[in-house]
């Protein structure tokens, strides 16, 4: 009877240790400092997507903006998967949150968008890179 109980108890121990290991994981179960998409949408080719940076400020944003670009083009982001059925992005906007709270206020921390110089040509921004510009807030960025 009594190895019954002890049994019984630790069980119950091992299962209350496993779920709070499991639900004490944070939601997003990302890294502080790993930049993440929670949201986009696309209009033909072109791609907008919010970006959560999961940091308290970003010192270098075209640097920022070069790593999220290159997230995009490898394909690395930890919460989204682009489809590439009709090819890559023709044009990538972006609006950046430090932290996914700060999309509710509404004000973005930066906008980085990946414009083509020529519209009109099927340019896409993984395999014709020379063929765009990086805007940071609006002001060309120096390459």
Known sequence: MKKKIIA???GAVILIIAAGSIYGKS???HKEGEPDVVGT???NRD??????????????????AKELLQMYKDDS???T???TDRGYATS??????????????GESVMTAEYRPVEYGKDYDVVNNPDKFQL???????EE
Do not use: C, P, Q
Request: proline content about 0%; glycine content about 8%; hydrophobic content about 40%.
């Open 92 to 105: 990538l906007d972006m609006n950046i949150y430090l932290w996914k709270e700060d999309i509710e206020d």
């Open 41 to 43: 949408f696309s209009v």
């Open 135 to 141: 805007y940071i807030d609006g002001k060309e960025a």
């Open 77 to 79: 982001f930890y919460s």
């Open 8 to 10: 019984l108890i630790s």
């Open 81 to 83: 998967k682009f489809s």
């Open 27 to 29: 939601e997003s179960g």
């Open 47 to 64: 791609e907008n997507i919010t970006v959560v940076a999961n940091r308290g400020h970003i010192g270098d944003k075209e640097a920022f």
